[in-house]
């Protein structure tokens, strides 16, 4: 696991708001990933704001690899913004429409300004 510096806290989305960022991808030698959100050694993620809570996932649905950071945020489900597939966040990700799919939700931290994201997967 290591953590990361994702954005300072006034770049936070507001309370019902979606927010993406980019980070550095590391990864290990000879490991191959495939993810439609990775380009140029950049990865994204999103941020999501639910009531004041942040919640943090890779920006792309496990469905179609879309990009989540265009769907929508009601209460603590995200939609989608291609097939319209809803995450709830408030429940570890869980999607409502299929039991295979999940948001991958990393594990965050606020400290003075700044906003840091732990990566299990790097």
């Given at each position: 696991m290591a953590e990361y510096?994702?954005?300072s806290v006034?770049?936070?989305?507001?309370?019902?708001?979606?927010?993406?960022?980019?980070l550095d991808a590391l990864h290990p030698p000879g490991l191959q990933l495939y993810m439609a959100n990775m380009?140029?050694?950049?990865?994204r993620f999103v941020a999501?704001?639910?009531?004041?809570?942040?919640?943090?996932?890779?920006?792309?649905?496990?469905?179609?690899?879309a990009s989540l950071a265009g769907g929508t945020l009601n209460g603590s489900v995200v939609t989608c913004p291609?097939?319209?597939?809803?995450?709830?966040?408030?429940?570890?990700g869980r999607c409502l429409l299929a039991d295979w799919?999940?948001?991958k939700l990393y594990k965050t931290?606020?400290?003075g300004s700044d906003v840091f994201v732990t990566l299990e997967d790097v």
């Amino acid at each position: 696991m290591a953590e990361y510096r994702l954005c300072s806290v006034d770049q936070l989305p507001q309370p019902g708001k979606i927010s993406v960022f980019t980070l550095d991808a590391l990864h290990p030698p000879g490991l191959q990933l495939y993810m439609a959100n990775m380009a140029e050694g950049k990865r994204r993620f999103v941020a999501f704001n639910v009531d004041g809570k942040l919640h943090v996932a890779n920006d792309m649905c496990p469905h179609q690899a879309a990009s989540l950071a265009g769907g929508t945020l009601n209460g603590s489900v995200v939609t989608c913004p291609w097939h319209f597939w809803q995450f709830d966040l408030g429940d570890g990700g869980r999607c409502l429409l299929a039991d295979w799919a999940k948001l991958k939700l990393y594990k965050t931290r606020i400290e003075g300004s700044d906003v840091f994201v732990t990566l299990e997967d790097v």
